[in-house]
C-alpha cells in the first residue's frame, strides 16, 4: 500500500465533504449541541473551570451523534452507485482506502473541533482559562474523536445503505461512548475490585473523563489508539469480505 | 507500509470464513490489548493539572517509601452528592484519583477505598464512627457525607472529617501528614504556656484553646498538647518542646523553668509580640515587673526591640488605611529570598506578620544563631509608642526608612549557659521533684524566637475563619501555621512530613460571579447614593426622635418632619428594593444574551468562516487551473 495511493483516497473523500455541504450542516448542529449543552445541560454558569472540563466532558456524547452523519455515506454510495469496484481498478488496496476515507473523516471532524475554539475564546473573554491544558484537552479530544470515527467506518463498511449506516454507527458509537461499564459492575459488585478496575479499563467514558481531568496516561492513549486499530482493521476487513 | 492483518487474513476470507467470526477475534484481541497495556503501564501518566495535584511532592514519596505500616484510607462520599453538588462531587474524584497516586507509591502498604455513604446503613455508621462530618447541602434539606479516614494496622484511626474544595491545595498535604502521624510511634508531647490561656481559664486553660485555632492546628498536626502552668518551677518530664506564646506578666519562676528546660537540652519556641509588655506597661494597665524573657533572650545573645516596629514597603500587604488605599508597611509579606534555605523553612512561601519587633544578635561561644526570615532591603521602622495615635498623616511623619534588613526570626542551638546563679526553689519538696540545677548545659537545646505572635492568629493564615467548622475547614492564606509545625517538627525531630503547599496558578471567576458582579455594577452608583441617603436619613430619624423624648409635648411641626423623614425612608427602601429587582433582571439578560451569541451567533459565524474559507480555496484553485490553461 502506497502512501501516495492512501493520499488519493482521503482527498476525494475531504473534497467530497466540503462540495456536498454536509460538513457545514454537520458542524452547526455540533457547534449549536455543544454551545447549548454546555450552557444547559451541564453547571458551566457556577462552575467555570480552568480547564474547561465541562465542555470536553460533553464531546464523546456529541461526537457520537454527530459523526455518524459525516461517515453514513462512506461506504454506502461506493455501494450504492459501485464505484467501488472502479476505485479497485487504480492500484489502490483495501487497507488504503478504509485508511484514506477514515482519515478524511477524522480531519473534517478535527476542523469541526478546531471551530469550537470560538466557544473557548468568547468563555476567555469573561473568565481565565489554562491555555495549554485546554489546548492539551482539544488535542486528547481530537484522538478519542478518532476512535469513534474509525469505529463509525468500520460500521458505515458494513452497511449497503447511508440510512442504516447512520443508524448502526450511532448505536455503536452512543454505546461505545457513553455507557460506563466501570460504574455499572461497581454497581452490581461493590466489592470485587480486580473486576471493577479490569472493566474501568474498558471504560470509554472513563478513560476520556480522566485525561481531560489532567492525568494523561498511557494506558488511555493506548485504549483509544487500539481502539482506532481495531475498528479500521475491521473495517478493512468488511470491504474485504463484500468485495470477496 | 501495509496492514499486515488485512492481506494474512485474506485467504482465510476467501475461505468463507465468517465475517463474524473475523470481528469477534479481532474485538477479543483488542480487548486482550487494552487489558494488558492497562496492566503493563499502570500508573504511567503525566500529570497535566496547573497545580500538579495529581503528583505527590518530594517529601510524600520519601515518608512514603520509608514508612513500613499497612494503612487503610477510606474515603466517604454521599450517594447523593453527584446529583445535588458537582462541584464537590468533582472535587471527590479528584480526591479518589490523589488517593490512587498514594496507593501506587504506597509499596502495597496504601490500601484505599471508597466507601458510598447511604442514609440510615451501615456506611452511615461507619463514617460518624470514623469520625466523618456531616453537612447539609446548600438547600439545607439533605445531609451528606464527604470526608476520609485513615486507619492503621492496631485500629487507630484519624480522620479529615470534612474534605472542601477550599481547601485542594493543602490536601496532599493533610492527607502525608496523617500517614506520618500513623507511622510513628509515639506522638511527640507539645507543652503550651500562654497567659492567654491562663486569663481565660486557670484550672482548664486549654478549653480557652478552642477560641485559638492554631492551638487546634497544632493538636492535629500530630502533637499532645499540654497546658503548662506559668507557676511551676520547672517544666513536667516527657514534654518534648515547649510553646511559649505572647509572653505578658510571665512569672520569674516560669523564666526559671524555661531557663532550666534550656540546660537540660529542651526546645523552646516563642513566639513574641511588640504589643504584649511594651504597650501595658506604659499604661501602666498591668502591675509588676516585665517577663523577664527578654534577659533570657539576653543570656543568648539576642535582644528583642520591641519598642520599634518594623515595616516594608516592598513585602506588604495593602489596605484601606484612613482611605488610603496604599502597601501598609507593618502588615508584612515575607517571601523569597528574605527567607533563608533551611529545613524549617524549605517550602515555605509566604508569612503573614502584623507589627512585629525585630532581633538583634551577638555571636555567642557554643551557640548557633541562624535568621529564619528577615524583611527586604526597603525596609523601615517606627516607635511602637507612636502606635497610639496612627493615622495615615501620623505614618508618613513616624515612619522612617532604613533599608535594613531587620531579622524577624532567629533559631538558637547549641549549649546555653544558664540566666541564673543559683536555683530559685529551696524548698527541699519541691527540689526532690526536679532535675538539679544546672548553670549551664548538660545537652545541647534549641531556642526559636520568632518577632511576631500574631503569626498564629487565625485572621493572618484562615481565609475561611468564621466558618469555624474545624482544622479541615480552613483554606490558608499564608504559611504561618506549616511554619509552626514545620519548626515544632524540628525542634521535636519529628518524622512528620509538611508538604508544601501548591500554589494556584488560575484564579478563575464562574461565569455567573461574572455576571453578577456586571450587573451590579450598572446599578451601582444609584445603590450606593440610596444606601448612603439611607443611612443620613435613619441618623436624622434617631436625632429627631432623641429630640422628641427630650420634650414633653412635641410639636406639630416636629411630628410632621418625623411623618416625612418616615415617608422618605420607606421611599428610599423601595428604591433599594427596585434596584435589587432590576439587577436581577440585567443578571438574567446578561445569561440569555450570552447565550444566544454561544448557541447561535457563534455557530452560524464559524460554519460561515468556514464556507468563505473554503470558497476562498476554490476560487484560488480554479485561478491556478486557469492559468495553468493559458
Same mark, same amino acid.
Given at each position: ?84 469496484? $472502479? ?43 489554562? %491555555? ?65 478496575? /479490569? ?10 473523563? *480522566? ?9 488511555? $492513549?493506548?485504549?483509544?489508539? $487500539? ?18 | ?26 474485538? %477479543? ?36 517509601? +520509608? ?5 487503610? $484510607? ?151 498538647? %499540654? ?28 523564666? @526559671? ?44 545573645? %539576642?535582644? @528583642? ?46 508569612? @503573614? ?85 544546672? +548553670? ?55 518524622? @512528620? ?15 455567573? *460571579? ?82 444566544? /451569541? ?33
Amino acid at each position: 500500500m502506497a502512501f501516495k495511493d492512501l493520499l488519493t483516497c482521503f482527498e476525494k473523500d475531504f473534497k467530497f465533504y466540503f462540495q456536498s455541504n454536509l460538513v457545514y450542516l454537520a458542524m452547526l448542529i455540533y457547534l449549536m449541541l455543544s454551545a447549548g449543552l454546555l450552557l444547559y445541560a451541564s453547571d458551566f454558569y457556577l462552575n467555570t473551570t480552568a480547564n474547561f472540563y465541562q465542555f470536553f466532558k460533553l464531546q464523546p456524547g456529541i461526537l457520537a451523534m454527530v459523526i455518524p452523519v459525516l461517515t453514513m455515506r462512506l461506504w454506502a454510495d461506493e455501494y450504492k452507485y459501485n464505484t467501488l469496484e $472502479i476505485l479497485f481498478t487504480q492500484p489502490i488496496n483495501t487497507a488504503a482506502a478504509a485508511i484514506g476515507k477514515f482519515l478524511a473523516v477524522w480531519l473534517v471532524v478535527g476542523i469541526m473541533l478546531l471551530s469550537s475554539v470560538g466557544i473557548w475564546l468568547f468563555v476567555g473573554l469573561f473568565t481565565s482559562t489554562d %491555555v495549554s491544558w485546554v489546548l492539551v484537552n482539544y488535542g486528547l479530544t481530537f484522538l478519542m474523536a478518532g476512535s469513534l470515527c474509525a469505529v463509525s467506518a468500520a460500521a458505515a463498511a458494513f452497511c449497503y445503505s447511508a440510512p442504516a449506516a447512520f443508524l448502526s454507527a450511532t448505536m455503536l458509537c452512543v454505546l461505545l461512548s457513553v455507557t460506563g461499564f466501570g460504574s455499572w459492575i461497581e454497581e452490581i459488585l461493590p466489592d470485587s475490585t480486580r473486576l471493577i478496575k /479490569l472493566t474501568q479499563a474498558f471504560d470509554f467514558e472513563q478513560q476520556f473523563d *480522566e485525561l481531560i481531568s489532567g492525568k494523561v496516561s498511557l494506558s488511555s $492513549i493506548a485504549y483509544f489508539v $487500539i481502539i482506532m486499530a481495531t475498528a479500521l482493521w475491521t473495517g478493512a476487513a468488511a470491504v474485504e469480505y463484500k468485495r470477496s | 507500509m501495509s496492514i499486515k492483518g488485512v492481506d494474512i487474513l485474506k485467504p482465510c476470507l476467501g475461505k468463507n470464513i465468517k465475517i463474524g467470526y473475523f470481528v469477534l477475534g479481532i474485538v %477479543v484481541l483488542s480487548l486482550a490489548s487494552i487489558a494488558g497495556v492497562s496492566l503493563v503501564a499502570d500508573g504511567l501518566y503525566f500529570d497535566m493539572t496547573p497545580e500538579k495535584s495529581l503528583s505527590l511532592s518530594e517529601e510524600t514519596v520519601n515518608m512514603l517509601q +520509608k514508612q513500613d505500616k499497612a494503612i487503610v $484510607i477510606r474515603l466517604f462520599i454521599s450517594e447523593k452528592l453527584a446529583k445535588k453538588n458537582p462541584e464537590l462531587n468533582m472535587y471527590a474524584k479528584d480526591v479518589s484519583r490523589l488517593l490512587g497516586t498514594y496507593h501506587k507509591e504506597g509499596k502495597g502498604l496504601i490500601k484505599t477505598a471508597v466507601v458510598e455513604v447511604e442514609p440510615f446503613s451501615s456506611s452511615q455508621a461507619e463514617a460518624e464512627k470514623a469520625g466523618i462530618q456531616k453537612f447539609a447541602l446548600s438547600d439545607g434539606r439533605e445531609n451528606v457525607y464527604l470526608g476520609m479516614s485513615l486507619t492503621d494496622e492496631r485500629g487507630r484511626t484519624l480522620a479529615i472529617p470534612r474534605l472542601i474544595p477550599e481547601r485542594r491545595d493543602e490536601l496532599e498535604s493533610d492527607i502525608s501528614r496523617l500517614i506520618s502521624i500513623l507511622a510513628a510511634g509515639r506522638q511527640p508531647r507539645l507543652g503550651v504556656l500562654s497567659p492567654y490561656f491562663r486569663a481565660a481559664n486557670e484550672k482548664d486553660p486549654l478549653r480557652y484553646a478552642e477560641n485559638m485555632p492554631f492551638v487546634n492546628e497544632l493538636s492535629a498536626g500530630g502533637y499532645e498538647i %499540654v497546658s503548662l502552668s506559668s507557676s511551676a518551677p520547672a517544666i513536667p518530664e516527657g514534654i518534648d518542646a515547649v510553646l511559649l506564646f505572647y509572653p505578658l506578666n510571665l512569672d520569674r519562676i516560669a523564666v @526559671y523553668a524555661l531557663d532550666q528546660y534550656l540546660m537540660w537540652g529542651g526546645k523552646i519556641m516563642i513566639m513574641l509580640d511588640t504589643f504584649a509588655e511594651e504597650r501595658f506597661r506604659d499604661k501602666e494597665k498591668y502591675i509588676g515587673y516585665r517577663s523577664g524573657i527578654q534577659q533570657l533572650l539576653n543570656n543568648s545573645g %539576642v535582644t @528583642y526591640r520591641e519598642d520599634i516596629l518594623v515595616g516594608d514597603n516592598a513585602n506588604s500587604r495593602t489596605r484601606i488605611f484612613d482611605e488610603h488605599y496604599i502597601k501598609y508597611p507593618f502588615w508584612l509579606k515575607i517571601s523569597g529570598d528574605n527567607i533563608a534555605d533551611h529545613p524549617i523553612t524549605r517550602g515555605i512561601n509566604e508569612l @503573614y506578620l502584623n507589627y512585629s519587633g525585630f532581633f538583634e544578635y551577638v555571636s555567642k561561644e557554643n551557640l548557633e544563631t541562624t535568621v529564619l526570615f528577615s524583611t527586604g532591603a526597603d525596609s523601615g521602622a517606627m516607635l511602637t509608642e507612636k502606635t497610639a495615635d496612627l493615622n495615615y498623616d501620623n505614618l508618613l511623619k513616624n515612619y522612617a526608612l532604613t533599608n535594613k534588613k531587620y531579622p524577624l526570626a532567629l533559631l538558637i542551638e547549641g549549649n546555653f549557659s544558664s540566666l541564673f546563679d543559683q536555683p530559685l526553689v529551696w524548698e527541699q519538696s519541691i527540689l526532690s521533684s526536679m532535675s538539679p540545677f544546672l +548553670k549551664s548545659s548538660a545537652d545541647k537545646g534549641a531556642l526559636l524566637v520568632v518577632g511576631d505572635s500574631d503569626m498564629a492568629g487565625a485572621f493572618l493564615w484562615d481565609a475561611g475563619r468564621d466558618k469555624k467548622h474545624g482544622v479541615y475547614d480552613a483554606a490558608t492564606i499564608s504559611d504561618n501555621i506549616r511554619f509552626m509545625l514545620k519548626a515544632l517538627d524540628y525542634l521535636m525531630q519529628s518524622n @512528620y512530613v509538611s508538604v508544601s503547599r501548591k500554589e494556584k496558578r488560575f484564579e478563575h471567576k464562574n461565569l455567573s *460571579e461574572v455576571f453578577s458582579a456586571l450587573a451590579a455594577d450598572s446599578y451601582g452608583d444609584q445603590k450606593k447614593q440610596i444606601t448612603s441617603d439611607l443611612i443620613e436619613i435613619r441618623q436624622k430619624m434617631v436625632a429627631a426622635g432623641e429630640r422628641l423624648q427630650a420634650v414633653p409635648l412635641p410639636s406639630i411641626k416636629q411630628i410632621k418632619e418625623i411623618e416625612e423623614m418616615q415617608r422618605k425612608i420607606t421611599e428610599l427602601e423601595e428604591g433599594l428594593r427596585r434596584i435589587e429587582y432590576l439587577t436581577e433582571e440585567k443578571y438574567q439578560d446578561y445569561l440569555f444574551m450570552f447565550a444566544l /451569541l454561544m448557541v447561535v451567533l457563534l455557530p452560524v459565524l464559524s460554519v460561515a468562516a468556514a464556507r468563505i474559507g473554503y470558497f476562498c480555496y476554490n476560487r484560488y484553485i480554479q485561478r491556478k487551473a486557469k492559468e495553468f490553461v493559458k
